[in-house]
């Protein structure tokens, strides 16, 4: 099936399962991630994640054949997300929040499709939530955390660029912003004042504003130990170029200080 798209969400073809099972959803946004994200999909079988939450693939138009229905199925994964129209990660998220709100599920929680992130952690994303956190953000550099063969321009650039900015701009102290692991209350993102679905979220602009806007409305925020874990070898699993990724990132860190993306 085709969902259209209105005005704030790219239009998807929707591959459902499965009904609506848990309480909470896992949204995972892809593109040509091949055994990476069938290997995270084999750890969250593992570890029973489909008993905590259902697992929603958010594919950007993948060609590799890692979205194999079947495979897919014995995996646990619950819907099949494929975006038809424009827009990288932010236009993905935005598919897969849709979604979620639309099935009406009490939380979302979000993880890369890279095998880099600890899935097995989901479950305390969950009880966070069920605290009452609106924003829960995984760190890997907080007291249980790890981080593992992380490139040093990585390291440098989220410990002393990004992290610091994000900070200052929600006026929260925050360690690990860069890290998509993370999760989000039904109220925070159906909140006028946040509202993600807009077409100005294209790329890296919603997990920037998103990381501040929780704490600027006074939700409550904290962050987690997770671990993230680089292969040893071969490329690094990112789709962030190093000269115009990073400076891209800045821009829009700069643009979210400045509040461009709240609500007008």
Known sequence: MIYGGRMGVPSYEYFEYAQ???????????????ERILKE????????????????????????????????KKLQVNTLLIKKDTGK?????????????????????????????????IPYFIQKLEEGYDLVQGSRFIKGG??????????????????PIISLTAGQHFTDTTNAYRAYSVSYLKDPRTAPLRDIFMTYELLAYLSVRASQLGYRACEIPVARVYPQKGKT??????????????????KNFFGEYNPK
Request: with cysteine.
């Open 146 to 163: 790890k981080h593992r063969n992380t490139p040093l321009i990585r390291y440098l650039s989220v410990r002393l660029l990004h992290a």
């Open 41 to 72: 999909l084999y750890r969250a079988y593992r570890h029973q994640i489909s008993q905590y939450a259902d697992i929603v693939i958010c594919d950007g138009g993948s060609t590799d054949g890692s979205m194999e229905e079947n495979r897919l």
């Open 237 to 254: 699993p990112t789709k962030i170029s190093f000269l115009r990724g990073n400076s891209d990132l800045l821009k829009i860190l700069l």
């Open 89 to 121: 990660q932010g236009a993905q998220l935005r598919m897969g929040i849709h979604w979620a709100l639309e099935r009406r599920y009490q939380g979302i929680i979000t993880i890369d499709g890279n095998n880099k992130d600890s899935i097995e952690d």
């Open 20 to 34: 609506k099972q848990k309480d909470y959803v896992v949204l995972i946004p892809v593109i040509n991630e091949g």
